[in-house]
């Protein structure tokens, strides 16, 4: 199985940045795509950025042009670099991946933009 660890939440004020990490430990051959779902209290949980083995990335609209996803295929990890930070961004960020047969979730890093 696939064990994926976050770091990198905290408390940041609003139009600051933070870089958030994902990396990814066990069965990492059978991994195709991995990215990052939010979770903001009394809301579901929605994707924020998916990004594939080969570099095809997907965001969600609202992040669009202040979040990039990227990947380290050699370390397993991947980033989300989070700019322009408003306090609607305040959320549990959770790593994703997936394989053919399964998907994989991270327990969770808190990430809270002050006004």
């Known amino acids: 199985q696939v064990q994926l660890v976050e770091s990198g939440g905290g408390l940041v004020q609003a139009g600051g940045s933070r870089r958030l990490s994902c990396a990814a430990s066990?069965?990492?051959?059978?991994?195709?795509?991995m990215g990052w779902y939010r979770q903001a209290p009394g809301k579901q949980r929605e994707l924020v950025g998916r990004?594939?083995?080969?570099?095809?990335?997907l965001y969600t609209n609202s992040v669009e042009g202040r979040f990039t996803i990227s990947r380290d295929n050699a370390k397993n990890t991947v980033y989300l670099q989070m700019n322009s930070l408003k306090p609607e961004d305040t959320a549990v960020y959770y790593c994703?991946?997936?394989?053919?047969?399964?998907?994989?979730w991270g327990q969770g890093t808190q990430v809270t933009v002050s006004s």
């Open positions: 990004i594939a083995t080969g570099g095809s990335i």
């Open positions: 994703w991946a997936t394989s053919s047969l399964a998907q994989y």
């Open positions: 066990g069965s990492i051959f059978t991994i195709n795509v």
